[in-house]
Structures are given as structure tokens and as C-alpha cells.
């Protein structure tokens, strides 16, 4: 997450750079999403119907008033925060650190899955050779080749964006082929008929809720700094606030609409929909044109797809280690070289791969939306006290040519109150208007932590709230702004009330 004062970033890395908007809408695109590869496992737990009317509620009453909280605040503190600088500030480091540790631990999670989406992938395409002249170890060896190169591609990214468009082409691209094929191949009386998959009484709601949970992480990485991506989504001066809206809307469309063609698929051809498992968009490529040219394609795109959520991610956690190694070692403006960044984040990939060859990837899904959930949970929370404690005198900036977060070095709540919406309402209007973005995501994501506790998550959770005081900057200046000390029992205590 974010460096606390020290300078992680190398100069070329960091500079600022304008960009278009479809590059700023394609890089938050893999930041949440990714494509449509992963969103098959939601069809045998609540079915098409189910899962199209969640993703539709999720995306108009979650993602974005969530993307709205994010860029409120993001206005009113000091450019390049993120999310932990903005819990620090007003809940105090504990929070921060705490929520430091739970990202990491969610951050584990979501590589993991990723990683496991391509192997699913490149092992279905590989199960395709068996029909060739290829030997197993063979289809092995591919298999291992192309997840080392999904590896190696991953980590050589250093401007993310720079080939954003391509990546996102690959990724999307084979999808699209199959959806145009699905509309020319099937006549027009069956692009509805659709199985009701699962039956009533089969449908498993924690599981499903997990997994579109899953589907929908990521909304904050937006205005989190990463080291592995430009600085341009967020030292630019273009609203990108269009951007991820627009994005979240490319998401929902980009998850129900080849579902619903592999539904048809499956339909016309008298298949079992129960069959539909993660790697099946591979499967159902086949039964529209024969041979392995589009599979070839869609288990391509698979692994770009794993790609672009693992070079946004990985930047992360990495971030996380090099920041606190530099802590512990008392060590400021260090600027690690891209071999030392690159090995840092190759081994937190390979972990990630060891734990995806032991876990099952419902854990991964559960334990990453279970999580997030949590980490949002606080976010909103403390947006909603920053928005309540703007005093109502306080109108005017402290500086008349402060107009926006550019010289900002502390919070303003002038700057929050110049970006609400309803100018012309009483601040109590506004504030209890603004108060409502925050019901829907704080409803969804106890829900999803209610249905989905269990001994491993809460002991997550008791783990990260321990050792949280170990990651608290013995420092208390941050960028020259002077962070007030907390009461770290009192903090605690109210972290376990919370929780």
C-alpha cells in the first residue's frame, strides 16, 4: 500500500504521464476484473438468472457509490494516499496498519486465484493434446512453459499501461469471436432458452456470494500508488471517476454476456450445465467450430488475463515487504533496483503458485472476498466519520488559491465539502444524503462476512489485529504532515469492538 514517507519508487518509474481514458478505463478494467475467465464457477452455485440480477445490483448499488466514496475522499487528501493514508488520518496508524496487514492477506488470496484460473485454463488446453501425437510428459512440459512465461511477462511489466491496449485486446477478443459465433451458429429461438441451473433447492447463496464477491475486488486499487504501474491514474488531471464507472459497467457486461452464450451452448447441444466449471469457456469454444483454433485463442486470453491482474497486484504486496524491510532496517529514500523489485514480487508469486497447487480455489475465493469485505467495511466507516465531523463554519479554504489536492499536505474538509454533491442543500442535507452511498456496500459486505466467517478467517483477522502495532512507524511524520499519536490499547479495544 503506501510508502509512509519513505521513497520506494525509482524516478523512471514514477513520473507522471497523461493518458488516455480508454487506458486509464482498461487498467482499471484489470484491476477488478480481467475478463470474463473465473465467473464460470458462480453457474452451478445460483445459476444465470441469479448471478445477472446480483452482478446488475452490484454494479448500480455497489461499485458505484463505492467508486464515489473512494473519489470523494481522494479529492480531499494529499494526492497519491490511497486508502490506508486515508484510515490513518482519521482513525489513527493502528487502523492503518491493521489494514495494512489485512490487504497483504487478501492481496495472497486473489494472486492465488489468479494463478489458479490460468492453470485451469493451460491444463484444459493441454488435456485437448491428448488426442495428438504428444506424450504426457509433453503436455506437462507445455503446461509448465506457458505458466513460467505467464510468470515471467507478469513480472517484466513495468509500465503496465504502456501495453495495456494490447493485453486487454488479447484478453477480450477471443470472447467477443465467441459471442459473435454463438449468434451466427444457433438460430435465433434459442439464444433464450436458457436451463434453470441449479434447481431452487440446490442454489448455495454463501458460495455464490462469495464468488461474486471475488469477481468485484479491486474498485480501491484505483487510488492505491503501485510501484509496478504509471503514475498517471492518479497525478492526472482528467476525472477518472468516468473512468471507473465506466469500467464497472464493462465488467458487468464483459461477465454476463458470454455466460449467457456458454448457457446457450450448452442448451443447444444438449450438454449438462452442471458440467460448467472453471476453464469451460475453452470447452464450449469447441462445440461451436471444430478443431483447436479458437480453444488455442481463449486459453491464450486466459492467461493474459491472469497476466493483467497479477502485474496489478503484485506491485502491492511487494510494495508492502520492500516498505516495511526498509522500516525495520531504519532505512530512508531507498530506491530498490528493478532486479531486487522483480525478485521480491517472483517470490510472492511463486508462493502464490505452491498455495494454489494445495488449496482448492473456492478458499481462495472465499477467504480474498471475505477479507475485502472487511478491509472495505473500514474504509466506508471511515469515510463516513470524515464526512460527519466537517464543521459547518468552515467554508472557506485555509489559503485562497487552494482549489484542489495538489498542495494539499494534511486532509481538508473543505475540499470534501466543495465536492459534494446538492451544493445548493444545508450541509446536514448533504450529509445524511452522502451518508446513503455508504448503505449498500456496508449491507453487501456483512452479508458476505456474516454468511462466510469461519475459525480461519476470524483467525485472520486476530492475527493482523496483533501484529498491526509491529508495522506502526516509529516516526509520526509522513511527507512533513505530523500524524497525532494514538492510544494503542484504546485503539485495540475499539478494533475488537468493531470486529
Known amino acids: 500500500m503506501e510508502s509512509d514517507g519513505l521513497n520506494l519508487f525509482n524516478s523512471k518509474w514514477s513520473k507522471s504521464r497523461r493518458v488516455p481514458w480508454v487506458t486509464m478505463i482498461f487498467t482499471s478494467f484489470f484491476t477488478v476484473s480481467g475478463g470474463s475467465y473465473g465467473s464460470e464457477v458462480v453457474l452451478p452455485v445460483i445459476g444465470l438468472r441469479y448471478f445477472t440480477l446480483i452482478q446488475i445490483f452490484i454494479c448500480f448499488f455497489y461499485a458505484i457509490p463505492l467508486i464515489l466514496i473512494y473519489e470523494l475522499l ?3 487528501f494529499p494526492p497519491n494516499s490511497g486508502p490506508k493514508s486515508w484510515c490513518k488520518n482519521i482513525f489513527g496508524p493502528f487502523f492503518a496498519s491493521f489494514l495494512d496487514v489485512l490487504y497483504i492477506f487478501m492481496e495472497i488470496g486473489m494472486l492465488s486465484s489468479y494463478v489458479g484460473v490460468a492453470t485451469a485454463y493451460v491444463h484444459s488446453f493441454s488435456r485437448s493434446l491428448r488426442y495428438g501425437a504428444l506424450s504426457k510428459s509433453s503436455q506437462l512440459a507445455i503446461s509448465a512453459t506457458v505458466f513460467l512465461l505467464i510468470i515471467a511477462i507478469s513480472l517484466l511489466l513495468t509500465y503496465f499501461d504502456d501495453y495495456i491496449i494490447w493485453i486487454f485486446t488479447v484478453v477480450v477478443a ?27 433447492g440446490q442454489l448455495d447463496w454463501i458460495i455464490g456470494l462469495q464468488y461474486v464477491m471475488w469477481l468485484n475486488c479491486g474498485y480501491e486499487r484505483s487510488f492505491s500508488p503501485n510501484s509496478k504501474a504509471s503514475k498517471a491514474q492518479l497525478t492526472s488531471e482528467r476525472d477518472f471517476k468516468f473512468c471507473l464507472i465506466v469500467n464497472a459497467i464493462l465488467v458487468s457486461i464483459l461477465y454476463i454476456i458470454p455466460l449467457w452464450c456458454g448457457c446457450c451452448i450448452l442448451n443447444y447441444f444438449n450438454k449438462d450445465g452442471r458440467s460448467f466449471q472453471l476453464g469451460n469457456f475453452f470447452t464450449f469454444s469447441g462445440f461451436l467450430v471444430g478443431g483447436n483454433i479458437l480453444s488455442s485463442l481463449i486459453t491464450i486470453s486466459a492467461c493474459f488475463s491472469s497476466i493483467g491482474c497479477i502485474t496489478s497486484d503484485v506491485g502491492v504486496v511487494s510494495h508492502f515487504l520492500i516498505t516495511h524491510w526498509c522500516r525495520i532496517n531504519n532505512i530512508q529514500n531507498y530506491r530498490p533496483s528493478f532486479l531486487q523489485e522483480t525478485l521480491v514480487s517472483l517470490g510472492v ?120 502495532p509491529m508495522f506502526i512507524p516509529k516516526h509520526t511524520e509522513q511527507q512533513g504532515m505530523k500524524i497525532p499519536k494514538t492510544d494503542r490499547p484504546a485503539t485495540l479495544k475499539t478494533a475488537l469492538i468493531l470486529l
Open 349 to 468: 508469486v511463486m508462493l502464490c503458485s505452491c498455495l494454489t497447487i494445495l488449496i482448492d480455489q473456492q478458499h481462495f475465493a472465499a477467504g480474498a472476498s471475505t477479507l475485502y469485505g472487511f478491509i472495505t467495511l473500514i474504509t466506508v466507516i471511515a469515510y463516513l466519520k470524515f464526512l460527519w465531523t466537517i464543521d459547518s463554519n468552515e467554508i472557506v479554504p485555509d489559503s485562497e488559491h487552494l482549489i484542489d489536492n495538489k498542495s494539499l499536505t494534511e486532509p481538508s474538509h473543505f475540499l470534501l465539502l466543495n465536492s459534494l454533491y446538492y451544493k445548493q442543500l444545508p450541509l446536514r442535507a448533504k450529509q445524511i444524503m452522502h451518508s446513503t452511498l455508504a448503505i449498500p456496500t456496508i449491507f453487501f459486505t456483512l452479508v458476505i462476512f456474516f454468511t462466510t466467517s469461519s475459525i480461519l478467517y476470524l483467525a485472520i483477522i486476530l492475527v493482523a489485529l496483533l501484529t498491526a
Open 74 to 76: 481522494n479529492k480531499s
Open 174 to 200: 477471443p470472447l467477443v469471436l465467441m459471442v459473435l459465433l454463438t449468434f451466427w451458429s444457433l438460430p435465433f429461438t434459442s439464444w433464450g432458452a436458457i436451463q434453470d441451473l441449479p434447481e431452487q
